[in-house]
């Protein structure tokens, strides 16, 4: 399968532990998403990559995220401190310019902080 | 914000069609209509787009009005399986990268 993928699927934390999520693209997609998504509520917007350059960040994303795609192929998003607020499921989608940039989602990471 | 507006919920018999209503009386002449579902505890999965045109794949159909002010998502003989939040998004397709703006979306449930 050539589809997005996302690791880890789960991960439980404590309050203040560091956590980092990694997503790997469709290959050949220079675009790749992070979004956000709380229990009930649509997914929202946090950050995305044209290659390697992150060009667009939500003021959802506060200092303590901080995301990453060193060679324009995998991505990491990672948490720093975390707090139980961040408790969510993270997606990751990617597209390709050229094809009408239709966003292909990964299954996410869920995390429960405690 | 989201520009679109959707039932919070609909029932649909199985083997029946679904019609899933969206408005988006704002939709710019640049925007493309986008349709997602989200399965309990998966990634959104795309479904269609469209322009202006009328859309069909091996999924679904979508029927956008004349003056584009609303769409309906047509799942032509819906089983279980399709019961999920289905998402209506109106997006900017400029070469820009943009995003995708979630609403709540309509949750549709498949009765046997």
């Known amino acids: 399968d050539t589809g997005v993928s996302q690791n880890p699927r789960h991960k439980i934390t404590k309050r203040g532990q560091n956590v980092t999520f990694r997503c790997d693209p469709i290959?050949?997609?220079?675009?790749l998403y992070w979004y956000r998504q709380t229990l009930g509520q649509g997914p929202e917007f946090l950050t995305y990559f044209q290659n390697e350059a992150q060009l667009e960040k939500s003021r959802l994303l506060s200092d303590r995220f901080s995301a990453e795609r060193p060679k324009g192929s995998f991505s990491t998003l990672e948490i720093q401190r975390t707090e139980q607020g961040d408790s969510a499921m993270y997606l990751c989608?990617?597209?390709?310019?050229?094809?009408?940039?239709?966003?292909?989602f990964g299954p996410g990471t869920r995390l429960l902080v405690l | 914000d989201a520009k679109t507006t959707q039932p919070t919920s609909m029932d649909c018999a199985e083997g029946r069609a679904a019609n899933l209503p969206c408005n988006h009386s704002t939709i710019s002449g640049n925007e493309y209509v986008y349709w997602y579902r989200q399965i309990h505890s998966q990634g959104p999965q795309y479904i269609i787009h469209g322009l202006k045109n009328n859309e069909t794949n091996e999924m679904a159909s979508l029927i956008i009005t004349e003056d584009r002010k609303s769409s309906t998502l047509i799942l032509p003989h819906a089983t279980l399986r399709d019961t999920a939040v289905y998402y209506c998004i109106v997006r900017v397709v400029d070469g820009a990268g943009n995003m995708l703006t979630f609403g709540g979306g309509t949750r549709l449930m498949v009765k046997p």
């Open positions: 989608a990617s597209s390709n310019r050229g094809s009408l940039e239709t966003q292909y």
């Open positions: 290959s050949e997609h220079n675009r």
